[in-house]
């Protein structure tokens, strides 16, 4: 296959409209941010009755032990060919894998705790002077981590992305050249995404495990395209579309 094709070279990343992706997540962030700040600062301080702030209290636990349950949705998705891939530095044709249930769900759930948390906060403050002071600190935090949120969601294409330049997981970045072997992870007996293992073992914050529940396209599948892709990854960088192989069947 041709890498001289009409896309991407392989070689680069087409940084070619990547302020306007910029500012439609910085816009859709904004908006975000205002709205939970301005719920925050404008709601009365005597709006909620004891009863009320008991529900809210009830609602946050209740969202806190949906984010620490650990649930796996069904995920039969593919990989998807696209030739403009919206990566961390720009654009790159690629195939990429959408959110799962619990991909979308994770952040819905944290943003929503939050929100819980920040109005029990609210609700207990007394009529006096200084609560105007903590209300704007109060609605200054949970407007930006809502905007940030909305902004990750906004900024990239998909959860995974795979081009010629790497491995893409939200902000989390793999090269090529430094994958050795790739395969299944397990976690209590399940599979939960695939694993990394680098040529070089470099000092990271970032976990060398990609794929799991918030992506819709199975483990297995991931691997296989991984495996595939791991030693011509050029391939992807080509302007034709691509598709990712299926997972080996299995020997009986």
């Known amino acids: 296959m041709s890498l001289g094709g009409s896309g991407v070279a392989a070689s680069g990343v087409d940084r070619h409209g990547l302020w306007v992706r910029r500012s439609a997540a910085l ?24 009863g009320a702030v008991d529900l809210a209290g009830w609602l946050l636990t209740g969202a806190l032990l ?45 943003v929503a705790g939050a929100a819980l948390l920040s109005l029990a906060l609210l609700a207990s403050l007394p009529d006096q002077g200084w609560s ?12 930006a981590f809502a905007g940030r949120v909305v ?3 906004a900024r990239f294409s ?6 010629a330049s790497g491995i893409r997981q939200e902000r989390r970045w793999h090269d090529w050249s430094n994958i050795d072997q790739a395969r299944l992870h397990r976690t209590k007996g399940r599979v939960d995404g695939v694993y990394l293992r680098p040529k070089v073992w470099l000092p990271t914050k970032h976990e060398r495990r990609v794929g799991g529940r918030t992506t819709a396209v199975p483990d297995e599948r991931l691997l296989a395209a991984i495996d595939h892709f791991r ?6 960088a080509v302007g034709l579309p691509v598709t990712a192989p299926g997972p080996a069947p299995a020997r009986h």
Do not use: C, K, N
């Open 151 to 153: 902004y990750d969601m």
């Open 158 to 163: 998909g959860a995974l992305a795979l081009t």
């Open 27 to 50: 816009a859709a962030a904004a908006v975000a941010a205002a709205g939970a700040g301005i719920a925050a600062v404008r709601m009365p301080l005597d709006a909620m009755d004891s």
């Open 231 to 236: 030693s011509r990854p050029e391939v992807l």
């Open 132 to 143: 105007r002071v903590v209300r704007i600190v109060i609605a200054v935090g949970i407007a």
């Open 66 to 110: 949906l984010s620490s349950r650990t649930w796996y949705p069904r995920r039969r998705a593919r990989l998807v060919w696209q030739v403009r891939v919206a990566g961390l530095h720009g654009f790159e044709p690629g195939l990429v894998a959408r959110r799962s249930a619990a991909g979308w769900a994770g952040p819905l759930t944290e």
